[in-house]
């Protein structure tokens, strides 16, 4: 077996398409360190948001802001399907390379390919998944995903480090209309390869075209205006009991009959000076505020709804709330997923932050929260307490 650096060693397979190369790599490159990036910087944002530190504060306003992050988060994810599978593809014959490594640097960036790689892959399979409600594993889904996308972006960055040169030359050299230099770490030499085949521009315009057909077919479950095109969206937002999906049936934490002879809201905690016991007919003879605002689940699909309810600001003000209070709000069922979620002073102040009743003016169904919900601006879906039973202020 020959182990000088430009032969092809006898036991490793040949590879016949002009495309193994690294101009390909680098402008895929390119393309999946966007992809990524974004997709990690609106994750970040995400579970921040779920489980915020002392030091974050995430605002009520925009409105929409969540769901305009959450949409570029799983679209970006999507997208990047295609663009990983290529990339590997366009980067095999790399793996059979003798010697392996040259240098020092050489390896480190190599093994850094194994954290990059297995978790570009475990993101991307899990991600989708969660998209499907599909996790066929133990773990939480949350804390593997997030701790998954800061190894994969550490050894992102060590792979765009020492990868720069190469791509740097390949872009300046396509600016200045030349053809880039032949890289000092060319895939092993081939022998017959085939002619023909796709062009360059056809091959990387079929894989962009891939990842926009993606995209295209996904981004409608957020972007209303593309919604007739979301033929690959899990659940269609414009589908479903009231006419908008539901991710968690009141069968499923036992709520199907509430019985509103027994049904009280209470307001309580260090933070008011009156607490409150109210029945459903007090609440529904409150004044009653309406607002148009967006479920905008995790998943990525996101819904404008018209809500009628109380303000939580009205309840607080009745029940002698200190200024810029903050509360917990609790659901009516006892399972500890989904149960409680926090309203910060500014979101707990909005004059559109709801506990509704109603919905496109009809009462809600179980499945939507029946007897009151939250519902306020700029929240994930997973923080629009359903079935609510209790605010806790501080």
Same mark, same amino acid.
């Given at each position: 077996m020959s182990t000088t650096v430009d032969s092809h060693p006898r036991w490793?397979?040949?590879? +016949? /398409?002009?495309?193994?190369?690294?101009?390909?790599? !680098? %402008? $895929?490159?390119?393309a999946l360190g966007v992809a990524f990036t974004v997709c990690f910087v609106t994750g970040v944002v995400s579970h921040l948001i779920q489980d915020p530190g002392s030091w974050f504060h995430w605002p009520a306003r925009p409105a929409g802001l969540y769901r305009v992050n959450q949409g570029l988060h799983v679209t970006t994810g999507v997208v990047a399907v295609p663009l990983l599978i290529v990339k590997l593809w366009v980067v095999f014959p790399?793996?059979?390379? %003798?010697?392996?490594?040259r240098s020092v640097a050489q390896a480190v960036e190599r093994l850094a390919l194994v954290p990059l790689v297995g978790g570009a892959v475990f993101l991307l399979v899990t991600g989708v998944g969660n998209v499907n409600i599909w996790r066929p594993y133990d773990?939480?889904?949350?804390?593997?995903?997030?701790? *998954?996308? %800061?190894?994969?972006?550490?050894? $992102?960055?060590v792979h765009v480090?020492?990868?720069w040169a190469v791509t740097r030359d390949v872009v300046a050299a396509r600016l200045r209309g030349q053809s880039p230099p032949a890289s000092t770490e060319a895939a092993p030499a081939v022998e017959g390869e085939r002619p023909g085949g796709l062009s360059r521009r056809a091959f990387l315009g079929t894989t962009a075209a891939a990842s926009g057909a993606l995209a295209l077919f996904t981004v409608g479950q957020t972007f209303a205006p593309l919604r /007739?095109? *979301?033929?690959?969206?899990?659940?269609?937002?414009?589908?479903?009991?009231?006419?908008?999906?539901?991710?968690?049936t009141a069968e499923s934490v036992g709520l199907t009959d509430v019985d509103l002879a027994d049904y009280r809201l209470e307001v309580v905690g260090d933070g008011v000076a009156t607490p409150l016991s109210l029945?459903?007919?007090?609440? !529904? !003879?409150?004044?009653?505020? #309406?607002? +148009?605002?967006?479920? *905008?689940?995790? #998943?990525g699909w996101s819904t404008n709804q018209r809500w009628q309810g109380v303000r939580v600001r009205d309840l607080l003000e009745r029940a002698g709330a200190r200024s810029g209070a903050e509360a917990t709000v609790v659901a009516l069922h006892d399972n500890p997923r989904q149960r409680t979620s926090e309203l910060s002073s500014g979101q707990a102040s909005d004059p559109d932050t709801l506990l509704a009743l109603r919905v496109n003016d009809e009462v809600l169904v179980a499945d939507h929260g029946f007897p009151a919900r939250l519902i306020g601006p700029n929240r994930p879906g997973v923080h629009? +307490?359903? %079935?609510?039973?209790? $605010?806790e202020v501080r």
């Open positions: 490793a397979p040949r590879f +016949t /398409s002009r495309q193994h190369d690294d101009e390909n790599a !680098a %402008w $895929l490159g390119i790399k793996l059979f390379e %003798w010697p392996p490594f773990f939480s889904f949350r804390t593997g995903h997030y701790a *998954a996308a %800061w190894i994969v972006m550490g050894a $992102l960055v480090a020492a990868k /007739s095109l *979301a033929l690959l969206a899990p659940r269609r937002p414009d589908s479903g009991p009231q006419g908008f999906p539901v991710n968690r029945t459903y007919d007090d609440l !529904a !003879a409150m004044p009653q505020h #309406e607002a +148009t605002l967006p479920i *905008a689940c995790v #998943e629009q +307490t359903k %079935w609510v039973a209790r $605010l």
